[in-house]
């Protein structure tokens, strides 16, 4: 084989590692040495995290929503968003990164032992508990104006916890359309909820090694309802609605959620 052929396979081996290394930070190091930006990629941008969108641009229509990346207006000046993030919080990866986020905001390194004694102890409960029956997606939502962030508050946080609404699933690559077991949205000024969904269903696993994908689907509600005024009579007309109802769509791919060698959810 000739030195320059030799040479470029060699370099294309090395920029893939590294490639994996930079991606699969997650493979490749312990938990406890991730920094704040590979913790806020595992919750956000990751196998076990995605976002969807919900976008009015000042032009007028609603723009498509997406699972994993923000819409922005036709121009990239967009009005009006919703986000959502979602984290498969029963995925071990995901709950150390929570962990190792809160290990930097207190500066864990600089504690002193019975300090550092007391954080191992909440950790512990965080790392060490126990989803052999359930899967757990937690929640944050995010809105461009203050007034939709209170509007979905209230939408969420008024769910009973035993009665989720219709159409939200958990559908596998079977097409099975799973129910969640319960809604938890804390009455707190915390913009965030979690849907807890069975992890067997008729002794089968919902998810299974060997799977592609899944999807997780809610219905998002109706946001920002403002009543129309005649200007000429000053008379309430056809109210306008800035984010009509929609359904969101999450799409995870199950093939990139190996942890330790296994499926990890």
């Known amino acids: 084989m000739p030195r320059r052929s030799a040479l470029a396979i060699v370099f294309l081996l090395v920029a893939g590692i590294i490639a994996v290394r930079a991606d699969d930070f997650w493979a490749s190091r312990k938990w406890q040495d991730w920094t704040k930006e590979e913790c806020n990629k595992m919750l956000h941008d990751s196998p076990w995290s995605r976002k969807w969108s919900q976008s009015i641009s000042n032009n007028g229509p ?12 036709a121009a990239g ?17 995901v709950r150390e990164a929570v962990v190792r986020q809160l290990q930097l905001e207190e500066r864990y390194d600089q504690l002193n032992a019975d300090q550092k004694k007391s954080f191992d102890v909440q950790a512990g ?33 008024s769910i009973p916890s035993e009665s989720a609404p219709s159409e939200v ?14 809604i938890v949205a804390p009455r707190s000024a915390a913009y965030e909820f979690e849907m807890i969904f ?7 696993p919902v998810l299974r090694d060997g799977d592609k994908t899944f999807q997780l689907q809610f219905p998002e509600p109706t946001i920002g309802t403002l009543p129309a005024t005649n200007s000429s009579t000053n008379r309430i007309t056809t109210p306008t609605t800035i984010f009509p109802a929609e359904t969101a769509v999450f799409e995870f791919r199950v093939d990139k ?9």
């Open 198 to 204: 069975p992890r067997t269903v008729n002794n089968e």
């Open 125 to 157: 409960a965080i790392l060490d508990r126990e989803y052999s029956e359930t899967i757990v997606f937690h929640f944050v939502y995010e809105t461009s104006t203050a007034s939709f962030g209170r509007e979905l508050a209230q939408y969420w946080q």
């Open 77 to 93: 000046d967009s009005l009006n968003e919703i986000d959502y993030y979602v984290q498969i919080r029963s995925a071990l990866p």
């Open 257 to 265: 959620m190996i942890w330790g060698g296994k499926l990890a959810y």
């Open 169 to 182: 699933y958990l559908i596998n690559q079977r097409g099975d359309r799973v129910r969640p077991i319960r």
């Open 62 to 73: 609603k723009l498509p929503s997406v699972s994993g990346t923000s819409t922005i207006g």
